[in-house]
């Protein structure tokens, strides 16, 4: 079946400027996370949610940072006002369950180059 | 607070001789582990990973890895190196003790396979 999906690949983004960044989870999870891979670093949590709700946002960087899943599947990522410090791959995952056992699938993530 | 050191920032190894890729985690109570890896543009792909049972854990492509409690390890291994495994490798420790896991990387491995 079809894995999990972020559009767009790429973007760059102006110092200042809005982004929204897009993930398809695997049909059926009801477990999806956003995490930020910085050059040459491990993904760091951002934020959880379990179906429509946001459990979790300890992760988020700062008040900029906003993400949302209004319908339990698709969800949206946005940045307010880039900065050069929010250049980096974001990558979401989603996974079966709410349980802490269940593996989670990541998508191929969208690289962010802020200029 | 959970943590992941990869002490190791490259491994090199020869086609047929086998590898270790090691991972010491720290956390409250007993861990969930996993290990990723990672293709260039490609997002992460799960590996195996060790909940409970035998500390003998076998995954995907021929990789293994042993869960060590006394030593807090978690490393990965696979008996007989091809070049193809050439990748960046990631260990994981997810929270037991939660309803949701937000998984804590280390910074990663690169691992490199010579013909």
């Known amino acids: 079946g079809a894995g999990v999906s972020q559009s767009p690949r790429y973007k760059v983004a102006k110092r200042g400027q809005d982004v929204a960044l897009r993930c398809d989870p695997i049909s059926g999870h009801v477990s999806l996370f956003w995490y930020q891979q910085a050059l040459g670093q491990g993904p760091e949590f951002l934020t959880y949610f379990q179906n429509e709700a946001q459990l979790d946002k300890s992760g988020l960087p700062s008040d900029r940072f906003f993400a949302e899943r209004p319908e339990g599947s698709v969800s949206t990522l946005k940045i307010q006002r880039t900065q050069q410090e929010d250049s980096a791959v974001y990558l979401c995952?989603?996974?079966?369950?709410?349980?802490?056992?269940?593996?989670?699938?990541f998508g191929p993530g969208t690289r962010l180059t802020v200029t | 607070a959970q943590s992941v050191a990869q002490p190791e920032d490259q491994v090199n190894v020869a086609e047929g001789n086998p590898l270790t890729v090691k991972c010491t985690y720290s956390v409250s109570g007993n861990p969930y582990l996993f290990w990723y890896v990672q293709y260039p543009n490609r997002g992460l792909q799960f590996l195996l990973k060790y909940i409970t049972g035998d500390n003998l854990v076998k995954g995907s492509y021929g990789f293994e890895a042993e869960f060590n409690k006394s030593q807090t390890s978690f490393h990965l291994k696979k008996p007989s190196a091809l070049v193809s495994d050439s990748a960046l490798y990631f260990c994981a420790v997810g929270a037991r003790n939660s309803g949701y896991s937000t998984l804590t990387f280390g910074k990663g491995t690169m691992l490199l396979v010579s013909p």
């Open positions: 995952a989603s996974s079966f369950d709410a349980g802490s056992s269940y593996e989670q699938y």
